[in-house]
């Protein structure tokens, strides 16, 4: 049994694009930042919590965690929540280089062992006016999106670049690296 501790829509799309049968539970995990926890370490740590806390209710399964942080300068950004808050974190991120940390983890409650991964994408937001990331922000609406923005969908249209090994993790589900764990537990992709 394969099982997505997530109630994000977005991870589950991802996930079905393996063709794979899962479930999907709800981690019930607060989320809250550690003090002085680096972004990286925060993302795994959520990765793994996520995925631990769906196994102590399951058997015999591979539970999938996953997290994603986004930082510019440093900060946090979170998911705005409103639209005055998206406004604002377009409006930090024009003209620079956002780093989104994408972890994912893997905990197989037939042996109990986890297996963890990471994604680093670079983005470079291009220099928006308010002009556009307000029409922007009326046609998406991304406000339950870390950063403020779809990358799949006209949220592309923000960055001057994005380097990834893995483009799947932007959206919030670093696909290649769940493979790689997945087969790690011994389940075929494809």
Known sequence: MLILASTSRYRAELLS????????????????????ETPEARAKRL??????ASAARSSNAL????????????????????MSN????????RGQQVLFYTAVAVVDTRDGSH????????????ELD???????????QPL?????????SLGISLFDSVSTDDPSALVGLPLIKLCQLLRECGLSVP
């Open 17 to 36: 694009r393996l063709g794979l049968s899962f479930d999907t539970d709800d981690p019930g995990i607060d989320e809250p930042a550690l003090p002085g």
């Open 47 to 52: 990765a793994l919590e996520k995925a631990s």
């Open 63 to 82: 539970i999938i965690g996953s997290d994603q942080v986004a930082a510019v300068g440093g900060k946090l950004l979170r998911k705005p929540g409103t």
């Open 86 to 93: 998206a406004i604002e974190q377009l409006k930090q991120m």
């Open 115 to 126: 297996h963890e991964a990471m994604d680093i994408t670079t983005a470079v937001m291009r």
């Open 130 to 140: 308010d002009g556009e990331i307000e029409r922007y922000l009326q046609t998406d």
């Open 144 to 152: 339950d999106c870390a950063g403020s923005f779809k990358v799949e």
